[in-house]
């Protein structure tokens, strides 16, 4: 397709090949350490569940017990396939024992670690084998009662009540949303667990547990098959428990997950070592079940200004992109993110964010792009606010986003109500449908605004790419060229959770998932 | 011919009523939901409603099923309660503004020496929006934050801080000035932390020793106070107001 930004695709390879060496790079130290909450992944899917009785979740005990005995570089499959030789127990009933205090799974006898991956493997082949069963229903809906047309509308519910999220989420599905993404509550991207059970209190969100996941995708399989269209179930792989809650999101057929390399460290001040870490294991989860995930560049622009730092969102994209290649992760899994965020007052924004919108797609064409509403400048102003949503939806159409988060008219003011929710939905509708063909229609003149700003933007997130090869992802991190944050390598949290693998570690799932394990 | 009739009714300050195109129309609009079923009956129900909240001649312009069980309403009436505007009194944050310049020369003309504010999103609060537009070098719309204000150093910790920790760097920088912000106000989770942060800072023997702002969407300078802080900014604040509301409070208590 010929670019209508008429974009150098020599630019584009050279930023992306950059970009690769980055990750790649990244890999190395990677594929040399795990964390407490990889591991702790590794039982969820091993069907280890359940808290004991000072509500620790079962995972927590066992891996809080193995790294106080300091197994942890060893992983936590040997000594689990090791304790299951052993004692003749299952996953669940090993960790019960030790959450009861009758069990020291480290002064067990020892067999080597080729015994206890073969002692292990039926339990992980019948991990495997669930989580596979969860994409084929996934497939099986998208074959019998299909899908909406992309942009897919999406949208969030967030009452705190996972029973509340249903009603709300159950009323967006019948309003036209494709998408439901169920906030978190506020902060538990820093809690170093995942809480356990259905859950009806939280500020700004309500809890991500395995239960809530599983009553919500009961609700919206329900209304799936009621409006006939399969309705897609986000939540947050993010925080301290990146890849546990990837594991659930696979377990519980979640569609889409916010799962992004860099977020945590810049936003909620996560150790880089430890969200590098994290990222990989849970990207090669979500790569492995169709999961589609979100990054999350759109920050950056509400910490940053979004027309001056457009760059570092295109250079962000393309690590993210890399990243997840090098977790098997498919192009069309992969929901790159961006935002209309720049301010309402700028002479041609609009052309701008047009343009930006056009150059993502045109460089990622195969990627399934997120795009984000204005939040930073909306204001209270609910009436102004429904016209830069409007923009922006006439901007997604136009450029071909595929997941379209809403922007609700009541943004800056309170977690949507029901009928903000239905108007932001009939407001896209509306301008999809009056203007579904724009883009195919209209091409740009010659260097004008809208062509040289996408030129301009793409050579400066070349350039810094090439800066951040020279320098290192963390250094640069350090330096603050990403959302304007800068972030020490050794500070933020949860650095005390990642340790160096020893010899003998093993991850069973790893080489599976990314194996494609059938 | 018959004479023009243009007398324009004056306002009555003592007895104010909404304004649609008609003085003391009392022109409202509203928009809510009800749960109950989309028909003429749920229609009713908005006018009655409409009705006690001191509408007269409810009018339902618009009704929307929402899901079952639920009605989406636009109605518009006229208000019949009037409010006396002439006995208002509202607490404000009263200082004059400076710009960011004349700031610099404040300090340099009457404090001489630097001013040192330390600022963060506290408790489990995430939004880093409002500390940013007033703390970061770029600021906001235009506006500068204190970063680049001469004679301040700003140190901005960002969000999700404890309030404890808050106070821990205000004591080690030795800081004139605390920022809290504040943006998720859901189930009123801002006033907890807000009331906790000030008991901290009492508890530390602090809370005299430094000025204590709050800001946020939903922060009135009356509520502020009410908590036990030195001023409360809401939306529309910028830099310059924060920074000249802590440096001529500086001057005036004298902690030069």
Same mark, same amino acid.
């Given at each position: *397709?010929?670019?209508? =930004? ?73 000594? *689990? ?23 020291? @799974? ?24 669930? &989580? ?20 897919? +509308? ?28 169920? &906030? ?13 059970? %259905? ?51 696979? =377990?519980?057929?979640?569609?889409? #997950? ?13 150790? *880089? ?132 988060? =809403? ?8 977690? %949507?109500? #029901? ?24 091409? $740009? ?28 992802? $963390?250094? /640069? ?17 949860? +650095? ?12 069973? $799932?790893?080489? +599976? ?6 | ?64 099923? #929402? ?14 309660? /009037? ?17 960011? +310049? ?8 009457? @404090?001489?020496?630097?001013?040192? @504010? ?25 506006? $500068? ?112």
């Amino acid at each position: *397709m010929k670019s209508k =930004l008429n974009l150098d695709p020599k630019v584009i390879d050279s930023a992306r090949s950059c970009a690769a060496r980055i990750a790649e790079s990244m890999q190395e130290f990677i594929d040399r350490h795990t964390t407490v909450s990889t591991e702790r992944t590794i039982l969820r899917l091993l069907g280890v569940d359940g808290i004991d009785e000072v509500e620790t979740p079962l995972p927590n005990v066992v891996v809080d017990q193995i790294k106080d005995a300091g197994g942890l570089p060893r992983g936590v499959a040997y000594w *689990m396939g090791n304790a299951m030789i052993q004692t003749g127990k299952s996953p669940q009933e090993i960790a019960e024992e030790m959450a009861a205090g009758n069990l020291d @799974i480290t002064k067990l006898p020892l067999a080597s670690a080729k015994e206890a991956e073969e002692k292990i493997m039926p339990t992980v082949l019948d991990a495997l084998k669930k &989580i596979r069963q969860q994409t084929e229903k996934r497939n099986q809906y998208l074959e019998t009662i299909g899908e909406g047309r992309k942009p897919y +509308l999406y949208v969030i519910v967030a009452t705190g009540n996972i029973y509340e999220d249903v009603v709300q989420a159950q009323a967006a599905a019948r309003q036209g949303a494709d998408i439901i993404a169920v &906030i978190r509550t506020t902060a538990q991207s820093l809690l170093d667990y995942v809480p356990y059970g %259905p859950t009806t209190e939280g500020f700004g969100g309500t809890y991500a547990t395995q239960e809530n996941f599983r009553i919500m995708r009961k609700a919206l399989d329900e209304v799936g098959e009621e409006v006939g269209r399969y309705i897609r179930l986000c939540n947050y792989s993010s925080g301290m428990c990146m890849p546990e809650i990837a594991a659930m999101g696979a =377990l519980e057929r979640l569609d889409v #997950m916010l799962n992004d390399a860099l977020y945590g460290i810049l936003f909620r001040d996560i150790n *880089m070592q430890r969200t590098l870490v994290d990222q990989y294991f849970s990207r090669v989860i979500i790569g492995y079940c169709d999961i589609i995930f979100n990054s999350g560049e759109d920050n950056y622009l509400t910490t940053d200004d979004a027309y001056e730092a457009a760059h570092t969102v295109l250079a962000s994209q393309f690590i993210n992109e890399q990243f997840a290649v090098l977790a098997n992760v498919k192009e069309e899994q992969m929901g790159l993110g961006h935002a209309f965020e720049m301010d309402p007052d700028i002479e041609n924004g609009f052309l701008y964010e047009l343009s930006q919108a056009i150059m993502a797609k045109e460089i990622f064409p195969n990627a399934n792009l997120k795009y984000m509403p204005p939040t930073k400048f909306m204001t209270g102003n609910i009436f102004k606010g429904q016209i830069q949503d409007a923009l922006f939806n006439l901007i997604a159409v136009w450029s071909g986003q595929s997941l379209q988060l =809403l922007g609700m008219l009541t943004e800056a003011i309170h977690t %949507p109500h #029901m009928h903000d929710r239905y108007l932001s939905i009939e407001n896209a509708q509306y301008i999809f449908n009056n203007a579904r063909d724009i883009g195919s229609e209209v091409e $740009f003149k010659e260097g004008g605004i809208i062509q040289e700003r996408a030129q301009f933007v793409l050579a400066e997130a070349d350039k810094l790419l090439h800066v951040i090869e020279e320098e290192g992802l $963390f250094s /640069t991190i350090e330096q603050g060229k990403f959302g304007g944050v800068k972030r020490p390598r050794d500070g933020g949290k949860g +650095l005390e959770g990642v340790c160096v693998k020893d010899d003998e570690y093993f991850n069973p $799932f790893i080489p +599976l998932m990314l194996g494609g394990a059938k | 011919m018959t004479a023009c009739n243009t007398a324009i009714a004056q306002v009555d300050l003592t007895k104010v009523k909404p304004y649609g195109d008609t003085l003391n129309d009392g022109m409202v609009e509203l928009a809510f939901t009800l749960p109950v079923p989309y028909g003429e009956e749920g229609s009713e129900a908005a006018k009655i409603l409409a009705k006690k909240m001191g509408l007269d001649e409810p009018n339902v312009v618009y009704s929307k099923n #929402m899901t079952d069980g639920y009605t989406f309403f636009v109605v518009y009436g006229k208000c019949q309660h /009037t409010v006396d505007y002439t006995t208002i009194k509202v607490t404000k944050v009263e200082v004059d503004i400076m710009d960011r +310049l004349e700031c610099a020369q404040y300090i340099k003309d009457n @404090i001489k020496r630097e001013v040192v @504010i330390v600022g963060a999103s506290t408790g489990t609060d995430a939004h880093t929006v409002g500390i940013d537009a007033i703390m970061n070098m770029k600021g906001f719309h235009g506006h $500068f934050g204190l970063e680049r204000y001469e004679g301040i150093n700003a140190i901005n910790m960002g969000s999700q801080v404890p309030n404890e920790v808050l106070i821990q760097k205000a004591k080690e920088v030795n800081a004139d000035a605390i920022l809290v912000s504040q943006t998720v106000t859901q189930k009123d989770v801002h006033i907890a932390n807000l009331t906790n942060m000030v008991e901290l800072l009492e508890a530390e023997g602090l809370r005299d020793k430094v000025i204590l702002v709050c800001g946020g969407p939903r922060i009135s300078h009356e509520l502020a106070q009410e908590l036990g802080y030195d001023a409360g900014f809401g939306s529309h604040t910028y830099a310059e107001h924060v920074a000249s509301f802590v440096l001529t409070e500086i001057v005036n208590r004298k902690m030069v």
